[in-house]
């Protein structure tokens, strides 16, 4: 059947991004618990080596499964498809969460109100990301545009709020792209109320690592409840959770339109 065929054609391998991504841990445990996935091999690597074997896998018309999510221009770019999930093997839908440190909200009250105010629309970012990878500009240069086009939006987030007394925010952030859209609109409305914001890339262990621990302040890009969940039970306490950033978030993998399978139950060891 078509399911046993293409395993055995992609050698029983799932082109995967960063190895300290959250969805690559998700990724290792399916591989270690589900039967139909016995064997397989998780081949880690980074986002770009990633779209780029997709890429090329598509040009020659060969199979190929990759580790996926949105929001994130892939979909947009490339017919690709969902493989369905019944199983909720990579949660469902995700939430993506503002965390910050503890005693943030004393140390910054204003600058808190407004990190709670916060909130994008997911086809806001969608837009976005989508319009950097047309224009080939980064996501901080679009967020530039987007913010000045957008002024009502952003102006919603400091409404009422008391204007800021400086002082300096440690933002960190991960670095995909869905992740420095919302960091840097946020960045934006802090900064246009009075506070200086430093954003430091980092992967999702040294984010929730340096909020735990107090040297960053504030993040925009906590995925739950499963991407990040393994993070969040090993600092639980000792960080504040302030709402979503943006919701409707997932995770999965994903094949070309013209790969004969529906479901990661298709896949054979
Ligand atoms: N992602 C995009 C990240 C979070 C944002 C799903 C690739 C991850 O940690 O897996």
């Known amino acids: 059947d078509a399911g046993a065929a293409i395993s055995e054609d992609i050698d029983y391998t799932i082109t995967g991004i960063e190895p300290g991504a959250g969805m690559s841990g998700v990724i290792d445990d399916i591989i270690a618990n589900e039967a139909n996935l016995q064997g397989w091999t998780h081949q880690t690597s980074s986002t770009g080596a990633m779209l780029t074997e997709l890429d090329q896998a598509i040009q020659n018309e060969e199979p ?22 019944p199983d909720e093997l990579f949660g469902g839908e995700e939430d993506v969460y503002k965390l910050t440190r503890l005693g943030f909200e004393e140390d910054f009250p204003i600058a808190a109100d407004i990190v709670k105010n916060f909130y994008l629309e997911l086809d806001a970012i969608e837009q976005g990301l989508l319009q950097s990878q047309k224009q080939e500009i980064s996501v901080p240069e ?28 440690e933002f960190v952030v991960t670095s995909w792209d869905s992740e420095l859209f919302p960091a840097y609109v946020l960045k934006h409305a802090l900064e246009s109320h009075g ?75």
């Open 142 to 169: 679009v967020v530039e545009t987007w913010v000045v086009e957008n002024e009502e939006t952003v102006k919603a987030f400091t409404e009422g709020v008391a204007e800021g007394n400086g002082g300096t925010i």
């Open 64 to 85: 190929i499964i990759v580790s996926a999510w949105s929001p994130h221009y892939m979909f947009a770019k490339y017919d690709i498809k969902y493989l369905d999930d």
């Open 195 to 269: 506070f200086t914001v430093n954003v430091t890339t980092v992967d999702p262990a040294i984010m929730f690592e340096s909020i735990a621990s107090g040297s960053a302040d504030i993040t925009t890009a906590a995925w739950l409840p499963l991407t990040h969940g393994a993070f969040v039970e090993r600092y639980e306490g000792e960080f504040v959770k302030l709402g979503t950033a943006y919701e409707k978030a997932k995770t999965g993998l994903a094949v070309p339109t013209y790969v004969e399978i529906d479901s990661i139950s298709d896949l054979v060891p």
